[in-house]
């Protein structure tokens, strides 16, 4: 397979393609990002990377960060883990409240923020120093030991989360939830504060499409039953409400952040990430979506 | 890979598995169907057939056939059909009358039902005999001549249909249903009353892990794009709001019905049909869900 | 108290406030309405009538006669009448099929459609003829021989009644509905097709403001404690997701129908009818609410 | 009529009647209040006070303290007050989220704890001393100085508020609440945390039997159209999803806290305050309940 041929097809596609998204604005430090950056990593098993535009850029992973702190409470805490988050879609954007409520303080899935702050709420219990070990652990599985957080986009966050304090008191309500709000909350806006580029994500993801193993040195991070689990979640729940037409025009598990990226696996195959800043109404990145979609496309293949 | 001995394993851990769903009972018909009935096949692209118990005996497909209705109508209306209904997650059983007020007469998936009448509602335009044509439809993929209806569950089934007419109704008020109501449910009933065993199953959906062509004779029936598009429908909504716990557990796209009767895909790799009429509290076969969970643990592969 | 002195005020008001309101369109035979028609209706216990405008002109009563339908069955069904439907307010207009689907087939209210069907329903059950008997009843509260449905309107919307058919068939699913749907239909669509004046609604209504019992022979048509359940009901449930609205300015129990009309009772003092068609976006005549509420604030005194 | 006897039928019935309701426990202070105490006030604007029971003995007021704020918060915002908070019934109980996410934030009427918190919001800006204020209006409309609040309530309440600070924040997050969200808590439980005893309730709520002025010595404290929309919103929002009822059984404006209490109000006639602990399942007490549709029943008046 000819992947840099098929990368610079896209590049050329997306330099052409109009855009209706816009930039995230709800946190005014990512509204300040530059919506025209692309970037696009492919990190294959047998033939290394692939890239175009600003795949080496640093920008805030925001949401995909969620699959990192699933991975870590999962070998914490194992199963028990999904008696606290449920592994169901959510349905649509309004529904995490309204859920919450009807079902007693248990979140759809660990990827909804509800279900988020419940895995940042059993990290806080089980490490020492959360924050410290969370940047450690993305940092070795990426092998990239300057990846940091963007203490700027944390202090905004940090101000804007109402909404989150109160999914907490919602579920803090309903007995799910063990930790000082204060505390649950400024662990999880750390965490979705790291910057990582899109070749970073792309090695840090290959864990995902190697049965639980970095690539370099075959070092076991995570069993192949989990890892199925962690794509199996990716797949039915990654993209909010649009994992459902992610799934159906992509073919991938993958997970996408607000500040524009995405990262999608295909087991036993690569990892790709992609990075452009305007989202479409689902808030997942426009372009990102029309990359990967054509990648399945011209390559022929996903998991389907 | 062994198989044989896979299901082997499988048959006799079933054997001592205490069973607490029950079989479905809103349809009088079906709930006369024996509750320890089971059967499983396995049909690999590369060595044919593997069974155990029942798996010859036909049993009521119900929503399997949404699979069928769904790729007849998408070689009809193309993507014209995504229009008419969409392709998310429906979040839960409740939702199928609240999301469809919502908005605005869309059904969320082509597998919950509101979504299958509307499927219905295409075959019914667009076919000359919808019943005749559905029934050669599933005849020729599955090179099985003999497979028909059962009428004694269609005449049970059609006298309790007030809901799906409620649903038909009100998608109609909003514009989305062309046919007589009475005609439409009229073909849905007749489609969910076809009768397949396990093995017939496999064969048929093998198009869906075969790139779109049959096993035997390579014939074409749907392009790899559209059927890369049905296994995602399949791995996101082929559950109800089981479907993440599917994907979850076994990792491959698939389809339920409240027969007791799941076909799954692995792409590329084989199709899995198993029956079991007892259904857990979400509608689907309890020992089923198990057989296929097993299957993809001591296989020790899924599609993630 | 001048009542003519105030409708005088009134009137005059009236005739210079814009309009931003729209005339209902859903049922294309009520939609040639015109729409500056106004016309009301004060009937006062002690001092009879007092009006101005188009106060002796028919216009559908549509929804106002869900309050004799109602009465009618109360006077048939007694109190068994509320297990099949409740008498609590609904929150919103959205949630007819919401708390159905949730609340099992019983729906919250006889004002909202489900629970008018639900009474039309009981009509079919017990009355030999519903349709003549319904009218003579309307007829005999009246006083007016000649009141009438107009047919050009029933038929229009016999024709678009596919929401409420959703409603019956729902409704049927949960065990909640004992006639054939059309036959339901058929009735309820008669029943609001019946044209009454604003003079004729204040002469129909004064049962309630009178105890039970017509004002000019002191029949007795309803029980005292009847009265006031029918009066609690207007009060909390007489204007769909406006009730609250409404009692708040306006301070008493009433009924609006989207022909226009709304007619409200000061128990032991008045009934009152207004007349003007463009609604309000939730459904209630615009000018008629304005009417109403200049008529409790100048008289200086409502129920509250 | 002879109040006096008709309490006297009331209180042999109640002494006779089984009780399936239950203390409210989620604040633990008041679950161990005595479930048997049973009081009940009445007062006549013309006639005075009739009682019997533990009427002289105070109790937590709760959520009949709403009103309270209600009416100081008109006083100081004028109508500007219902741009922030609605006035139309909330449909159900698990609506306050639900109603809060897809209305943006804008509670449905005052009494609901959304509603109350803006007024709580509301009165912690315009006050300079917000407790103290708030508890000498209470003491000056019930000519009751030694009113006061029960501190371990107050304590016990404060520490399982998570369900309060959830709807707080997120009212916040759609920009509905100016205050810090502790500050409002604070006030809003010390209200809550009021006692009161009946014949207290009976005086204190006068002025909404009396035009807006204390009967005492005619103190204006609320205008008379303001005092019409108080009872209004009592009448239609007073008993959260039993608001229906109440109307239709008791047919008076009132208003409950989960504390057992309930006071009642005849406009122009008499105020009416009951007090038994043992909740019904809506959060009504059960006895209080019964005994207002005794009045009115016996009275054979209401509002209706």
């Known amino acids: 397979m000819d992947y840099q041929s098929i990368l610079d097809t896209i590049e050329s596609e997306i330099e052409k393609r109009p855009v209706s998204g816009v930039v995230a604005s709800y946190i005014p430090e990512l509204a300040k990002v530059d919506p025209t950056k692309f970037g696009m990593n492919l990190f294959c098993i047998n033939s290394g990377h692939y890239s175009f535009g600003a795949s080496d850029q640093r920008f805030s992973i925001q949401s995909i960060s ?11 805490l194992g199963d028990e883990l999904f008696e606290r988050v449920d592994v169901e879609p959510s349905g649509d954007p309004f529904n995490s409240l309204v859920q919450l409520e009807y079902e007693q303080g248990i979140p759809r899935n660990p990827f909804i923020n ?20 969370f ?9 990239s030991p300057s990846i940091n957080v963007n203490y700027t986009v944390y202090e905004s966050e940090r101000k804007n989360s109402y909404r989150n304090a109160s999914l907490l008191n919602l ?23 790291v910057e990582m580029s899109c070749k970073e994500l792309s090695q840090a993801f290959m864990i995902y499409a190697n049965g639980g ?12 039953e989990r890892v199925k689990r962690v794509n199996a979640i990716m797949q039915t729940c990654g993209f909010y ?17 607000v500040g524009g990226g995405i990262t999608s696996v295909h ?22 979506m029309y990359a990967l979609e054509r990648l399945t496309t011209l390559t022929g293949f996903s998991i389907f």
């Not at 279900?115 to 070990?133: H, Q, Y």
């Not at 579920?171 to 909350?185: A, H, P």
């Open 66 to 76: 969620k699959v990192f702190s699933l991975t870590m409470a999962m070998n914490l």
């Open 114 to 133: 509800a279900g988020a702050l419940i895995v940042a709420d059993v990290l806080v219990s089980k490490l020492k120093n959360p924050k410290e070990e």
């Open 135 to 143: 940047l450690n652990f993305v940092k070795k599985i990426t092998d």
């Open 171 to 193: 579920m803090k309500s309903f007995g799910n939830v063990y930790n000082d709000i204060d505390t649950i909350l400024d662990f999880y806006t750390f965490q979705c504060s």
């Open 213 to 224: 193993k970095k690539l370099a040195d075959q070092t076991k991070i995570l069993s192949p």
């Open 241 to 257: 409400d649009e994992a459902g037409e992610f799934s159906f025009r992509v073919g991938l598990p993958g997970k996408s952040g």
């Open 267 to 288: 087991p036993g195959q690569y990892t790709v990430s992609v990075w452009s800043p305007p989202l479409n109404p689902k808030g997942n990145s426009e372009l990102g």
